[in-house]
T-cell receptor, first 117, second 115 residues
């Protein structure tokens, strides 16, 4: 069975601080995808990144960066120089990956990030 | 990426009634999904909406309570039947086209309150 753990329920930081959101996953699949989604107070789920299990390269997109370590089954997300607009709930998710079919997303419990002035 | 809209965006309903939520995608997609997010909780998959056949439900969800339609490749509906206050949640639709992407994109959600 697949499982995603986000141990940090809530994080509060002051604007311009760096913050890392942790994600640890469990799966028996050898091929899988990992995702991060952002859910602002409006409720919409916004896709941030997808990572294939074969691709362990870290990725940077503006102030966002992701560190994927297969050896520790972790896919952590760092926001550099946080801003108030980053305040949201962030979900890490895992799906199996196979051709020809849909893939069920297993979500973590989410981390509420509050960025204050 | 697919753009997904949902109607209604929110509703307040009385116990015992039913509500149908619509999900529209701006392009043809192979897979559509319905999720429930109870207050302060994570997302739980209700079912996969299959075009031209019955939906595939996850454990704990049944067709009588959550009937789903998928008449074509861009549209789906979820009905929450015989509602009780425990059904108060955000209901989210997502879509994925297996031939072009491995990512599910989500609609804005429907906030349902049952009194």
């Amino acid at each position: 069975a697949q499982k995603v753990t986000q141990a940090q329920t809530e994080i509060s930081v002051v604007e311009k601080e760096d913050v890392t959101l942790d994600c640890v996953y469990e799966t028996r699949d050898t091929t899988y995808y990992l995702f991060w989604y952002k859910q602002p107070p409006s409720g919409e789920l916004v896709f941030l990144i997808r990572r294939n299990s074969f691709d362990e390269q870290n990725e940077i997109s503006g102030r966002y960066s992701w560190n994927f370590q297969k050896s520790t089954s972790s896919f952590n997300f760092t926001i550099t120089a946080s801003q108030v607009v980053d305040s949201a709930v962030y979900f890490c998710a895992l799906s199996e990956a196979y051709t020809g079919g849909g893939n069920k997303l297993t979500f973590g419990t989410g981390t509420q990030l509050k960025v204050e002035l | 990426s697919a753009v997904i809209s949902q109607k209604p965006s929110r509703d307040i309903c009385q116990r015992g009634t039913s509500l149908t939520i619509q999900c529209q995608v701006d392009s043809q997609v192979t897979m559509m999904f319905w999720y429930r997010q109870q207050p302060g909780q994570s997302l739980t998959l209700i079912a996969t909406a299959n075009q031209g056949s019955e939906a595939t439900y996850e454990s704990g969800f049944v067709i009588d309570k959550f009937p789903i339609s998928r008449p074509n490749l861009t549209f789906s509906t979820l009905t929450v039947s015989n509602m009780s206050p425990e059904d108060s949640s955000i209901y989210l639709c997502s879509a994925k086209d297996v031939f072009t992407t491995d990512t599910q994109y989500f609609g804005p959600g429907t906030r349902l309150t049952v009194l």
